[in-house]
């Protein structure tokens, strides 16, 4: 309906709005196992106060000695020894769900991570 120029917004939009809704899309996947574990690190991380990582510490195996991927990840919040189950550390325990991860690790599958060669 024409009201000398103005157009009438109840004759227009006299029935119900619909808005198209679409899903959330899904989270990409991640591009390599490595950031797959990296997000996983950093969920733990922020869960406990802490910044997350940009990228995974280079560390020795378990059969090189030393700290390992996740015990360096993890040793500002006070870890100590993390196994393939959980990390341990003054006043903290956690159970990480990792363990495959480091066993691949310590298996030499992720060499771009090994610091002592």
Same mark, same amino acid.
């Given at each position: ?6 157009v009438d %917004? ?5 029935g119900?709005?619909?808005v198209p809704?679409?899903? @959330?899309? @899904? +989270?990409?996947? +991640?591009?390599? @196992?490595?950031?797959?574990? %990296? ?10 106060g802490?910044? +997350? %990582? ?16 996740? #015990?360096?990840?993890? #040793? ?10 959980r ?6 325990? *956690?159970?990480?769900s990792?363990?495959? *991860?480091?066993?691949? *690790?310590?298996?030499?599958?992720? +060499? #771009?991570? *090994?610091?002592?060669?």
């Amino acid at each position: 309906m024409n009201l000398g120029g103005m157009v009438d %917004l109840d004759a227009v939009h006299s029935g119900a709005m619909t808005v198209p809704t679409e899903a @959330p899309a @899904p +989270p990409a996947a +991640p591009a390599s @196992p490595l950031d797959d574990v %990296l997000r996983r690190v950093n969920r733990i991380r922020t869960a406990h106060g802490a910044d +997350p %990582l940009y990228e995974l510490p280079a560390a020795c195996t378990a059969w090189e000695g030393g700290g390992c991927v996740l #015990e360096r990840a993890f #040793e500002d919040l006070g870890v100590l020894i993390v196994d393939y189950e959980r990390a341990y550390g003054r006043h903290i325990e *956690f159970k990480h769900s990792l363990g495959d *991860f480091a066993r691949d *690790f310590d298996a030499g599958r992720y +060499p #771009e991570l *090994f610091a002592c060669r």
